[in-house]
Protein backbone atom coordinates (compact mmCIF):
# COMPACT_ATOMS: atom_id res chain seq x y z
CA UNK A 1 0.00 0.00 0.00
CA UNK A 2 2.79 2.60 0.92
CA UNK A 3 4.08 2.16 -2.61
CA UNK A 4 0.82 3.20 -4.37
CA UNK A 5 0.27 6.28 -1.74
CA UNK A 6 4.25 7.36 -2.90
CA UNK A 7 3.19 7.30 -6.55
CA UNK A 8 0.57 9.78 -5.55
CA UNK A 9 2.29 11.99 -4.10
CA UNK A 10 5.48 11.65 -7.06
CA UNK A 11 2.50 11.55 -9.31
CA UNK A 12 0.68 14.74 -7.88
CA UNK A 13 -2.60 12.35 -7.86
CA UNK A 14 -5.03 12.19 -5.11
CA UNK A 15 -5.47 8.95 -3.61
CA UNK A 16 -8.72 7.58 -2.60
CA UNK A 17 -8.34 5.78 1.01
CA UNK A 18 -10.24 3.63 3.62
CA UNK A 19 -9.26 4.86 6.87
CA UNK A 20 -9.82 3.51 10.36
CA UNK A 21 -10.15 6.27 12.83
CA UNK A 22 -9.29 6.66 16.42
CA UNK A 23 -12.63 6.04 17.39
CA UNK A 24 -13.16 2.97 15.29
CA UNK A 25 -15.45 4.65 12.48
CA UNK A 26 -14.47 3.51 8.91
CA UNK A 27 -14.42 6.47 6.38
CA UNK A 28 -13.73 6.48 2.73
CA UNK A 29 -11.53 9.67 1.78
CA UNK A 30 -9.74 11.47 -0.89
CA UNK A 31 -6.35 12.77 -0.29
CA UNK A 32 -4.21 14.62 -1.87
CA UNK A 33 -0.95 13.93 0.06
CA UNK A 34 1.57 16.58 0.90
CA UNK A 35 4.22 14.36 2.77
CA UNK A 36 5.05 10.68 4.05
CA UNK A 37 6.34 10.68 7.28
CA UNK A 38 7.85 6.94 8.53
CA UNK A 39 4.77 6.41 10.02
CA UNK A 40 2.13 9.40 9.44
CA UNK A 41 0.69 11.16 6.33
CA UNK A 42 -0.11 14.76 5.91
CA UNK A 43 -2.48 14.88 3.32
CA UNK A 44 -5.42 17.81 2.35
CA UNK A 45 -8.51 15.58 2.80
CA UNK A 46 -11.07 16.49 0.46
CA UNK A 47 -14.22 15.16 2.65
CA UNK A 48 -13.43 18.02 5.37
CA UNK A 49 -11.24 20.31 2.96
CA UNK A 50 -8.97 20.56 5.94
CA UNK A 51 -5.13 19.16 6.22
CA UNK A 52 -5.16 15.97 8.19
CA UNK A 53 -2.61 13.64 9.50
CA UNK A 54 -3.23 10.34 9.32
CA UNK A 55 -1.62 6.92 10.90
CA UNK A 56 -0.40 4.69 7.91
CA UNK A 57 -1.31 1.50 10.16
CA UNK A 58 -5.15 3.16 10.21
CA UNK A 59 -5.19 3.18 6.20
CA UNK A 60 -6.85 -0.14 5.41
CA UNK A 61 -6.72 0.37 1.43
CA UNK A 62 -5.76 2.83 -1.14
CA UNK A 63 -5.72 3.13 -4.70
CA UNK A 64 -4.92 5.93 -6.98
CA UNK A 65 -7.64 8.26 -8.66
CA UNK A 66 -7.91 9.14 -11.94
CA UNK A 67 -5.90 12.48 -13.10
CA UNK A 68 -7.69 15.55 -12.93
CA UNK A 69 -9.55 16.65 -16.41
CA UNK A 70 -8.24 19.82 -17.90
CA UNK A 71 -10.51 22.59 -18.08
CA UNK A 72 -12.47 23.08 -20.68
CA UNK A 73 -10.72 26.71 -22.73
Do not use: H, W
Amino acid sequence: MLPVLKRCIESTVPAEIIYLASNGQITQRTIIIQEIKDDTIKALCLLRNQQRVFRIENILAAKMTRKKQKKPA
